[in-house]
């Protein structure tokens, strides 16, 4: 018998497939959810992968993209929407700082990430869409470190989130539970408030306003980048505090 295909139960057991999903995905261009950005694409074309490595080509390690897109990113931001970058590295400092997630939550959660990074790359595929794939996985999982305040709906959006990463991709464990269990243990342990969020998340809105639509996407990846996330995400080590 082969084995049964995994569903992915969220916070309230919102159970749905980890197979391929015709889920009327948006056409690219960026969709909010939950307060943050992902990128979405059209659905990926079936193709047999050669060999590649695409994790460290493309997001450089699961909670953290390439020092080069970090570095673009700020660029990107810093000129054109100077005075307001320099408030939202300012809120987001002191929420990195009254944050206590341990190392050994980073760790599972990274542990996580690499693990269904694999299963993306091993999945069959076209390389854009895996690379995209890799691109969501990573924002789906960063933004754990801003979401203790999320209520029971929320966490579902997050689910939500997670499985559209997830994109062409069917597991036979339990591992996305899992990856989802250890986002909530870190969002826990970050301890960011709700009125530090709003104001992160004002933050941002206020670059968006100030970059307006025409932003520089192109940080050097394979895919198209939101460098206000591409940012954040780079940022999250710092919420890791050894005790």
Known sequence: MPPE???????????????????????GGTSRSAGRRTWCRTDPAWEVLEARALLTAVTGGVLSPTAAV?????????????????????DLQRAEASSRVTSAAFANLKADGASLAQ??????????????????????????FLDASDKSAQWNQVSQQLGEALY????????????FT?????????????AERQRILADEKAIDTVLGPNVDTDLGGSVPR?????????QVTQFVHKR
């Open 182 to 194: 250890d986002m909530q243990t870190v969002a826990r342990q970050a301890r960011v408030t709700a």
């Open 226 to 234: 939101d460098p206000v996330v591409a940012y954040y995400d780079g």
């Open 119 to 144: 299963a993306i790359e091993t999945a069959p595929l076209t390389s854009q869409g895996a690379s995209q794939d890799l691109v969501e996985l990573q924002d789906v999982l960063d933004q754990a």
């Open 70 to 90: 970090v570095t673009k990113a700020q660029a990107v931001i810093s000129g054109g929407a100077a005075s307001e970058f320099t408030r939202y590295q300012s």
């Open 168 to 179: 062409g991709v069917t597991f036979t464990t339990d591992l996305p539970d899992q990856a």
């Open 5 to 27: 295909e995994s569903t992915f139960a969220g916070s309230d057991a919102m159970n749905f497939s980890m197979s391929v999903r015709n889920r009327g995905r948006s056409r």
